[in-house]
T-cell receptor
Framework: QKEVEQNSGPLSVPEGAIASLNCTYS??????FFWYRQYSGKSPELIMS????GDKEDGRFTAQLNKASQYVSLLIRDSQPSDSATYLC??????????FGKGTRLHILP | DTAVSQTPKYLVTQMGNDKSIKCEQN?????MYWYKQDSKKFLKIMFS???????INETVPNRFSPKSPDKAHLNLHINSLELGDSAVYFC?????????????FGPGTRLTVL
């Protein structure tokens, strides 16, 4: 089982709708979780971090964490064409390494 | 600007050459990393240094040698470049002692080996 798994997509969402991105991880003792956005040809940009079970909201973004299910998600409300990018889920594992999933390509349809 | 910076942004070279990529961070972080992102966009950790000490060394050919002169700098030297080394190399840094663990990336170096 891969350490961090994401659906590669592409995920197509109409402009103005909610985009929902999902991620599962294998290391049960992981405590820190991150979402990065990467535009084509650019570096990964940290958009959310979450450490506790439940929801964390920042503007149009909400990260959700369920440690019992080893599941992290990112919701993007009122999706904009500028949200079209690859979203990388990342998890700090027991070896103190941040491990990345392969990313989900999100395409917002105007 | 507080940031992670890398040079050069692009590197095009012939097989067999030796090249270096430099990285600097002015965020005051204690740990720096090199990641490789291949053509399939998978971001894979290569090395990690904490306060100039090597702490992570993934299964990377020994043609790759990182060097950290101080905790703000982490350079990557690659000997005898091969076609398969073509990728984007990202430097990153993190403050591991704070418990926040947020990691920030440099702009990347696109290496093309011909």
């Amino acid at each position: 089982q891969k350490e961090v798994e994401q659906n590669s997509g592409p995920l197509s969402v109409p402009e103005g709708a909610i985009a929902s991105l999902n991620c599962t991880y294998s290391d049960r003792v992981s405590q820190s979780f991150f979402w990065y956005r990467q535009y084509s040809g650019k570096s990964p940009e940290l958009i959310m971090s979450i450490y506790s079970n439940g929801d964390k909201e920042d503007g149009r973004f909400t990260a959700q964490l369920n440690k019992a299910s080893q599941y992290v998600s990112l919701l993007i409300r009122d999706s904009q064409p500028s949200d079209s990018a690859t979203y990388l889920c990342a998890v700090l594992n027991r070896d103190d390494k941040i491990i990345f999933g392969k990313g989900t390509r999100l395409h917002i349809l105007p | 600007d507080t940031a992670v910076s890398q040079t050069p942004k692009y590197l095009v070279t012939q097989m067999g050459n030796d090249k270096s990529i430099k990285c600097e961070q002015n965020l005051g972080h204690d740990t720096m990393y090199w990641y490789k992102q291949d053509s399939k966009k998978f971001l894979k950790i290569m090395f990690s240094y904490n306060n100039k000490e090597l702490i992570i060394n993934e299964t990377v050919p020994n043609r790759f040698s990182p060097k950290s002169p101080d905790k703000a700098h982490l350079n990557l030297h690659i000997n005898s470049l091969e076609l398969g080394d073509s990728a984007v190399y990202f430097c990153a840094s993190r403050a591991t002692a704070t418990g926040v663990n947020e990691q920030f990336f440099g702009p990347g170096t696109r290496l093309t080996v011909l």
